[in-house]
């Protein structure tokens, strides 16, 4: 009995240690890639607040940052499986969006794959959304869709919001 309890034991620590080795490979290398697990790969910087004339199309500068050691496929990425980044404003808001213009992306290679090409951003980068505002104070939730990568490997896609506090006058 006792040896079966043992064989038992065994075989529980050789499927502990054959997990734990796919898990690893599951989790990016480096630190700054795991926290950008733990949290957005992308924030929004600001503006927090703008006041734009009412009804005119008005363009605002609006400033993210990527995580260090991160990337993000550009508006227009190189292949097109790839999930560009795309600023949006829900129907709802009342403020809408006119246009946005996205800056030009870097041409990046991956070690493991020197041959394809990727156009994406890193460090911090600008996105100049024209909006039309009515008169009055809009809470806008603007979103950003993008997907972060590493030079090992991509998270799925995420979206996150782009508080505004609009004042059209």
Do not use: W
């Amino acid at each position: 009995m006792a040896k079966l309890i043992r064989l038992i034991g065994l075989m529980g620590l050789a499927i502990g240690v054959v997990t734990t080795g796919a898990l690893a490979q599951l989790i990016p290398i480096g630190r700054q890639s795991r926290q950008a697990l733990k949290s957005d790969a992308v924030q929004y910087l600001f503006p927090e607040q703008v006041t734009v004339p009412a009804g005119k199309s008005t363009t605002v500068a609006l400033h993210f940052r990527i995580a260090q050691g991160m990337h993000i496929n550009s508006h227009t990425p190189a292949d097109e499986y790839l999930i560009p980044t795309v600023f949006s404003i829900p129907e709802s808001e009342g403020v809408k969006l006119d246009a946005a213009v996205y800056p030009s992306g870097e041409i990046i290679t991956l070690s493991y794959d020197p041959k394809t090409k990727l156009n994406v951003y890193t460090n911090e980068f600008i996105i100049q959304a024209k909006i039309v505002s009515p008169a009055g104070n809009h809470l806008l939730q603007g979103k950003l869709r993008y997907q972060a990568c590493n030079d090992s490997q991509c998270l799925p896609p995420k979206t996150i919001t782009v508080p505004i506090d609009v004042i059209g006058k």
